[in-house]
């Protein structure tokens, strides 16, 4: 959905701070999120994230800052007095109860009228797309109808956030490649703001508006999935989210660096610090921005390296090889899928060529 400067804040954060044993966990964190969108907050295991939505939550109290849900402060507010949610990866449905009974325990919780009640689980049921099994209990239900159930479970409650703690990690991969579009779809339905905690930068690319990319308890960056892919701000970005070919490199020119071979690439600065003359700097180029040419074709791209075949990785639409470039450069690189691609074997010998907006440098010394 299109979000300007007018729409409203469901959460905010200000300088939230967190440390255990004198080591920050979550390190001086700021970010707002508009109403209705679907915020990631992707990183690597250890980075803070778990610490972060703990705090949203209001299992852990930060050392210093603020979260404001809806523009109030949440300092000394309990969990259960937050107008959030949180679904967790292993669901914690009630095996004992019905599907209907899960969905309605917390509106009887809160003391709501039973005709209400009634009608707020059948609206729930009916808008996550499972009308039919209010009298089910959960063993009966599919992984992703038990996903949807948990979902439905925190939306009754009609929260202005839903947290949700890699709730996609206990599926296996055919369910799960299903779930990042139904859980879109759930988010878009609903109007209600997720936040979505993932080391998993496929489900962030695939549902998110904005993701913030954590590292070491800061976020490098937060943009939208496709600048994060085609602006990375930091090497760290670059080399997290998608996969890259990552080559040390000194500056030759403005534009141009130089691989430890000797070989001369084209190339665009990347980052926020400088980079002069002679510095090293690290070269990142994507698998699938490289284009590889069979014997007899000509390369007519920017970047032209001489290669061979080291090894054939077969995954369907995702093949790759992996090639050795003048002097013992690797790279890897995603093979189109025509027939002539197919019939590639290790030794085989091609070029390999990009443009230099496909190749990126930062300074080596960059966070």
Request: glycine share 8%.
């Amino acid at each position: 959905m299109p979000f300007t400067p007018d729409t409203p804040l469901d959460l905010e954060c200000h300088q939230l701070y967190k440390a255990f044993a004198g080591q920050a966990a979550v390190d001086n964190i700021s970010l707002s999120i508009p109403a209705g969108s679907f915020f990631s907050i992707l990183g690597p295991s250890g980075c803070g994230k778990t610490t972060l939505l703990r705090m949203l939550a209001g299992f852990v109290e930060p050392d210093h800052g603020d979260i404001r849900i809806k523009g109030q402060s949440m300092r000394g507010v309990p969990p259960n007095k937050r107008s959030l949610n949180m679904v967790f990866q292993h669901l914690a449905l009630f095996p004992m109860m019905s599907v209907a009974d899960n969905i309605a325990y917390g509106l009887k919780r809160r003391g709501v009228a039973r005709k209400d009640i009634a009608r707020r689980v059948n609206d729930v049921l009916e808008r996550v797309g499972l009308p039919d099994v209010g009298q089910r209990k959960p063993d009966q239900l599919s992984g992703g109808q038990k996903q949807r159930i948990a979902i439905a479970r925190c939306l009754v409650l009609e929260p202005a956030v839903l947290l949700l703690d890699e709730p996609l990690g206990a599926l296996d991969l055919k369910l799960r490649e299903q779930m990042k579009l139904e859980l879109k779809q759930l988010q878009q339905t609903f109007g209600t703001t997720f936040v979505y905690i993932t080391h998993d930068q496929s489900e962030a690319l695939v549902m998110s508006d904005q993701v913030a990319v954590m590292n070491k308890g800061r976020f490098e960056q937060v943009a939208s999935p496709q600048t994060l892919y085609y602006e990375p701000a930091t090497p760290f970005v670059a080399g997290f989210v998608g996969d890259s070919n990552r080559l040390q490199a000194r500056v030759a020119a403005p534009g141009r660096v130089t691989l430890a071979s000797g070989q001369a690439i084209q190339a665009t600065a990347a980052g926020a610090l400088p980079i002069s003359v002679g510095d090293a700097v690290s070269l990142f180029v994507r698998p699938e921005g490289i284009s590889p040419f069979l014997p007899g074709e000509t390369c007519r791209m920017d970047n032209c390296l001489n290669a061979q075949i080291n090894t054939l990785l077969f995954d369907g639409a995702n093949s790759r090889i992996s090639a050795t470039v003048e002097q013992g450069v690797g790279l890897t690189v995603r093979l189109p899928q025509t027939p002539e691609f197919a019939r590639l074997k290790p030794g085989d010998r091609l070029q390999l060529g990009w443009m230099s907006s496909q190749a990126q440098y930062f300074a080596a010394d960059a966070p």
